[in-house]
T-cell receptor, first 114, second 112 residues
Framework: KAGVTQTPRYLIKTRGQQVTLSCSPI?????VSWYQQTPGQGLQFLFE???????NKGNFPGRFSGRQFSNSRSEMNVSTLELGDSALYLC?????????????FGPGTRLTVL | DQQVKQNSPSLSVQEGRISILNCDYT??????FLWYKKYPAEGPTFLIS?????DKNEDGRFTVFLNKSAKHLSLHIVPSQPGDSAVYFC???????????FGQGTRLTINP
């Protein structure tokens, strides 16, 4: 069974631009969560989508948004990029919502904002 | 406000000995705790979890201990193997929800 895939793996953008990251969950998984990992703040929860609905949201500004499609694939969008948005963005999928030990993480997208 | 803290950024242990990784939390609402392992260029991999109704959970070489009164949990790896060298994150959630709060991680190095 293929794991969680994230595209692109690496991305370089400049301040003020916007970016869209994609996550394809494991086949059959309906929940996708997004996390941001930075050296200073560690791994921080962004949001979770289940059956195309946002279930949970972390403490991030409105510039960070996401959506989930009917095939469970999810996208995360960051608008008006800032230098501090440089991070590794991880997505995790699980079959259902509410069982955190069943989350499987992808390899991440490394975003660099110049 | 760091609700989950791993105060040791790194730990070095000899192969075959016990590795003990520690984690403290401040939010008393947390009732489900997990440990993840992360290799470079890969996402975190789930290791072991524990519910707040238990004080110990064991899975092979990995044992997690929870001390609710001290708001402290620890991961014991016995015996430590070279393949255990990685960054270990503890995480917590309320009601086992997908919204995990992670610690900063501890880099474990197993020396031959």
């Amino acid at each position: 069974k293929a794991g969680v895939t994230q595209t692109p793996r690496y991305l370089i953008k400049t301040r003020g631009q916007q970016v869209t990251l994609s996550c394809s969950p494991i086949s059959g998984h309906r929940s996708v969560s997004w996390y941001q990992q930075t050296p200073g703040q560690g791994l921080q929860f962004l949001f979770e989508y289940f059956s195309e609905t946002q279930r949970n949201k972390g403490n991030f500004p409105g510039r960070f948004s996401g959506r989930q499609f009917s095939n469970s694939r999810s996208e995360m969008n960051v608008s008006t990029l800032e230098l501090g948005d440089s991070a590794l963005y991880l997505c995790a999928s699980s079959w259902t919502s509410g069982r955190s030990d069943e989350q499987f993480f992808g390899p991440g997208t490394r975003l660099t904002v110049l | 406000d760091q609700q989950v803290k791993q105060n040791s950024p790194s730990l070095s242990v000899q192969e075959g000995r016990i590795s003990i990784l520690n984690c403290d939390y401040t939010n008393s609402m947390f009732d489900y705790f997990l440990w993840y392992k992360k290799y470079p260029a890969e996402g975190p991999t789930f290791l072991i979890s524990i519910s707040s109704i238990k004080d110990k959970n064991e899975d092979g070489r990995f044992t997690v201990f929870l001390n609710k009164s001290a708001k402290h949990l620890s991961l014991h790896i016995v015996p430590s193997q070279p393949g255990d060298s990685a960054v270990y994150f503890c995480a917590a959630s309320v009601g086992g929800a997908q919204k995990l709060v992670f610690g900063q991680g501890t880099r474990l190095t197993i020396n031959p």
